[in-house]
């Protein structure tokens, strides 16, 4: 799929899904705050990343950062990031944090939806809505 491609509703269900599978695998000893992200990769392919704490607590690294790192690793600089889920264990309302949201600007377009809880139910917002006037610089690919 094109990383601009409308997001199918089946896709979509498989994002949330897998978000939340990757949330059980967080290491979150000191918060308890169990996230999982989930990234709709441009060839199709899902990656997940999990929230990694650590007892110095500035070295804790979120969900959504771990799966851009992996998916980087995995399928190389050029991966494209089509849409993104994020889940909780805590039935709590997690929409990415700043830091992250700029992260995955470096990968995404600012119309790919970012799937989120929020209140009960999942939310939808164009990176571009979390994240208006990201910081960016150009650069050859
Ligand atoms: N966390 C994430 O994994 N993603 C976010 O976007 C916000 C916060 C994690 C970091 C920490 O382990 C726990 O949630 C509580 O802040």
Do not use: K, W
Not at 32 to 37: I, K, L, P, Q, S
Not at 67 to 73: D, E, H
Request: hydrophobic fraction near 45%; charged fraction near 15%.
């Amino acid at each position: 799929m094109r990383p601009s491609a409308p997001v199918t509703p089946a896709q979509q269900a498989a994002l949330v899904a897998a978000a939340g599978e990757a949330a059980a695998h967080a290491y979150a000893p000191y918060s308890n705050f169990r996230v999982g992200a989930a990234l709709l990769l441009g060839d199709g392919s899902i990656v997940t990343g999990a929230n990694v704490e650590n007892a110095s607590y500035g070295l804790t690294l979120c969900a959504e950062r771990s799966a851009v790192v992996r998916a980087v690793t995995e399928h190389g600089p050029s991966m494209r990031i089509a849409a993104v889920a994020v889940a909780n264990l805590n039935h709590a309302d997690s929409s990415p944090c700043g830091a992250c949201r700029q992260v995955m600007a470096e990968f995404m377009d600012p119309a790919a939806p970012v799937f989120f809880p929020q209140q009960g139910s999942v939310q939808s917002r164009s990176l571009g809505e979390l994240l208006p006037f990201g910081f960016g610089v150009r650069h050859e690919r």
